[in-house]
């Protein structure tokens, strides 16, 4: 089957740093994506990785290896407003997005 | 600003009344998707349209049903809700859809409607 793993939750400090990791099993892949979701609302695409390495925007960047079925989403300056979910989704062979259960990230001051 | 669009954004229902929920485009995308996400879960795609083209998520109850008039809106009816139905529903476009080869393209959201049944 097709599977997406993320924490569930993680806390952090204003200022700091924090990167959220995601792995994943797909049937095929044709890149991943993550979105950040605040409590009530829709998800907001935050990036794209289909090649391996690191792709930086702004405060946040997102990194990608292939070969071992992983990613992570690396938040700097955190500020109170980043306290969202973080959705990582991989689309696979029939381009089909299959999504992670999301990462709850609190900011504390 | 072009936009995905959700009326209402809530919506209360009995138990077993139908329901109606709308979703318009101003991105002129050819895919459109309808997604149910509850508490602390992933989204699950229930169907999306590739143009008029309607394709059903194998495991979306049949008391999901879909319409999709024209390339702006799309609706969502839930024939006969239920409480396990009570949720987020969630309606996306994109520019490229599943089976475009060699063509990726991100999902836009609207602001969902939630779903009280009670």
């Known amino acids: 089957g097709q599977n997406i793993d993320q924490p569930t939750e993680m806390t952090a400090t204003e200022g700091a740093i924090v990167q959220i990791n995601c792995t994943y099993q797909t049937s095929g892949f044709n890149g991943l994506f993550w979105y950040q979701q605040h409590a009530g609302e829709a998800p907001t695409f935050l990036s794209y990785?289909?090649l391996d390495g690191l792709e930086e925007k702004g405060r946040f960047s997102s990194f990608l290896s292939r070969s071992k079925g992983y990613s992570y989403l690396l938040l700097k300056e955190l500020q109170m407003k980043d306290s969202a979910s973080y959705l990582c989704a991989v689309m696979d062979s029939n381009y089909q997005l299959i999504w992670g259960a999301g990462t709850k990230l609190i900011i504390k001051p | 600003d072009a936009m995905v669009i959700q009326n209402p954004r809530y919506q209360v229902t009995q138990f077993g009344k139908p329901v109606t929920l709308s979703c318009s485009q101003t991105l002129n995308h050819n895919v459109m998707y309808w997604y149910q996400q509850k508490s602390s879960q992933a989204p699950k795609l229930l169907f999306h349209y590739y143009d008029k083209d309607f394709n059903n998520e194998a495991d979306t109850p049949d008391n999901f049903q879909s319409r999709r008039p024209n390339t702006s809106f799309c609706f969502l009816d839930i024939r006969s809700p239920g409480l396990g139905d009570a949720a987020m529903y969630l309606c996306?476009?994109?520019?490229?859809?599943?089976?475009?080869?060699?063509?990726?393209?991100?999902?836009?959201f609207g602001p969902g409607t939630r779903l009280t049944v009670t």
């Open positions: 990785n289909v």
């Open positions: 996306a476009t994109s520019r490229y859809g599943p089976g475009t080869s060699g063509s990726v393209g991100e999902q836009y």
